[in-house]
């Protein structure tokens, strides 16, 4: 982004460290303070009442939820580094200026929408 934007991008980073201050506060929440989500899941599904499929699908479901919020605050953290780099709103793939209405609704995009797309369509 150009240095007349410089405005811009201090709003991002600090959109960008409020939306991570939320996720952690999140997941301290769910994981009941300084238990482990898997220590939580463990004891959330010790209940010899429910069938061994819902168990599983239960526990599937909090490591599903695990694995993003973990993605989740790996994408903040890679934005927040493109910001210190001075490469933040520029598509890591083809380098074009990202559109400022695709970062205020995805702070986090690291691809312009084209970019993206081909990445989506290749996975």
Do not use: W
């Not at 939320?22 to 997941?27: P, Y």
């Not at 939580?40 to 009442?49: G, I, L, R, V």
């Not at 605050?73 to 934005?79: F, M, T, V």
């Amino acid at each position: 982004m150009t240095s007349s934007s410089t405005p811009s991008l201090s709003l991002y980073r600090e959109r960008l460290l409020q939306e991570r201050t939320q996720l952690l506060q999140r997941i301290a929440e769910q994981r009941g303070g300084l238990v482990s989500r898997v220590d939580m899941a463990a004891e959330h599904f010790d209940n010899s009442f429910q069938s061994r499929a819902q168990i599983r699908t239960e526990r599937q479901t909090e490591f599903a939820i695990n694995e993003h919020e973990t993605a989740e605050l790996g994408d903040i953290e890679a934005a927040l580094e493109r910001l210190d780099a001075g490469t933040y709103g520029q598509c890591s793939e083809c380098g074009v200026t990202i559109p400022p209405a695709r970062l205020n609704a995805y702070p986090t995009a690291k691809r312009c929408i084209d970019c993206q797309i081909l990445a989506e369509q290749h996975r």
